[in-house]
Every structure is written in structure tokens, then in C-alpha cells.
Nanobody
Framework: QVQLVESGGGLVQPGGSLRLSCAAS????????IGWFRQAPGKERAGVSC??????SIYYTDSVKGRFTISRDKNTVYLQMNSLKPEDTAVYYC??????????????????????WGQGTQVTVSS
């Protein structure tokens, strides 16, 4: 049974940093693409950053470029978030595609409809 378990969320002041982790288990092979999505109150869930092994691509949504960094170590994916802003407040979800599915990082984040989701972790940026 595939599981994605996020950790690392919390409350941080504007300008602060947090590091999210997502441990993926139950995969026979490493998922080709994995990434982070977020949903703020009253808004739709949207891709933040995704990483794909198929073409070694990484995608960041414009609002986090230069502040967030995604990285991956086998079946664990990290999101280092620096210079956090109040508008980054959201529930952050880890997501992955099923084994064998080939997709670029951009496609996954923008329209990929991941096959698996974590339970989410709350990130609140407030003074």
C-alpha cells in the first residue's frame, strides 16, 4: 500500500524558513515524479514544485522561485522554504505518480493529476 507522509510544517514568522519532508513507501520502484502542492483557504489546490526522474526536470511555480528548493533522496522528497511570506500560508500536500507513469515536472505540477496524495501539513506564516 502506497503511503506519502509529510512532516515539517508549523508556524513561522515572515522571512523565516521551514523544511518539509515527504517519505514515500509502498512503491516497488521509485516513483518517476513527485512533488508538492498547496491549498490556501478559499483557493484551489495548486502545484508548488515538482521533480521528475524521466527528464531530470524541476518545476517551481513563479511565486516561489528563488525562495523554495525541492530535492529528492530516493523515496524522500524535501521542500526547503526560505523567505516565507504570509501568502505562503496553506496546507502543503506531497503527491506522486504511479510507477511507470512518465511525466515531466512541469506537467505534473500544472495538470498532472497525481495518483497518490499525502494527508497534508499546515504551514502558517504570521507575525
Amino acid at each position: 500500500q502506497v503511503q506519502l507522509v509529510e512532516s515539517g510544517g508549523g508556524l513561522v514568522q515572515p522571512g523565516g524558513s521551514l523544511r518539509l519532508s515527504c517519505a514515500a513507501s509502498g512503491f516497488a520502484l521509485e516513483p518517476n515524479a513527485i512533488g508538492w502542492f498547496r491549498q490556501a483557504p478559499g483557493k484551489e489546490r495548486a502545484g508548488v514544485s515538482c521533480i521528475s526522474r524521466s527528464d531530470a526536470s524541476i518545476y517551481y511555480t513563479d511565486s516561489v522561485k528563488g525562495r523554495f528548493t525541492i530535492s529528492r533522496d530516493k523515496n524522500t522528497v524535501y521542500l526547503q522554504m526560505n523567505s516565507l511570506k504570509p501568502e505562503d500560508t496553506a496546507v502543503y500536500y506531497c503527491a506522486a505518480v504511479r510507477e511507470g507513469r512518465i511525466i515531466t515536472a512541469q506537467a505534473m505540477c500544472l495538470r498532472g493529476q497525481p495518483n497518490y496524495w499525502g494527508q497534508g501539513t499546515q504551514v502558517t506564516v504570521s507575525s
